[in-house]
């Protein structure tokens, strides 16, 4: 029964350590991806926000999520977020 409340301070620690690096890393991809991530946000928006959300619940809960791979997934939607809000400034083509 203990098994469900507490799996052991291993657990623990690693959410600790895995959360703060990953979300240093997910601060750090945000700073340098500009204000527009973070203002004015549109529909598009919405849905990377989430996304990034879910992929840094998973790399904290997941022990199959290394940190590298959540760190390169979330940039990975900044920076398609990023080329997307690029292409709808600069063309008639627009998302969201």
């Known amino acids: 029964m203990g098994?469900?409340?507490f799996n052991g301070w291993g657990s623990l620690l690693?959410?600790?350590?895995?959360?703060v690096l990953a979300?240093?890393?997910?601060?750090?991809?945000?700073r340098i991806?500009?204000?527009?991530?973070?203002?004015?946000?549109?529909a598009f928006d919405l849905i990377v926000t989430v996304a990034l959300g879910s992929t840094l619940a998973?790399?904290?809960l997941s022990k199959d999520v290394a940190?590298?791979?959540g760190a390169v997934a979330m940039a990975l939607l900044?920076?398609?977020q990023f080329i997307i809000t690029w292409f709808s400034v600069r063309t008639a083509w627009y998302v969201g």
């Open 78 to 80: 900044i920076s398609l």
């Open 14 to 19: 690693r959410v600790i350590v895995v959360g």
């Open 33 to 42: 991806s500009g204000n527009r991530t973070l203002s004015k946000m549109n």
């Open 23 to 30: 979300y240093a890393a997910l601060v750090f991809f945000l």
């Open 67 to 69: 940190l590298a791979e």
């Open 58 to 60: 998973t790399v904290l």
């Open 3 to 5: 098994m469900y409340f």
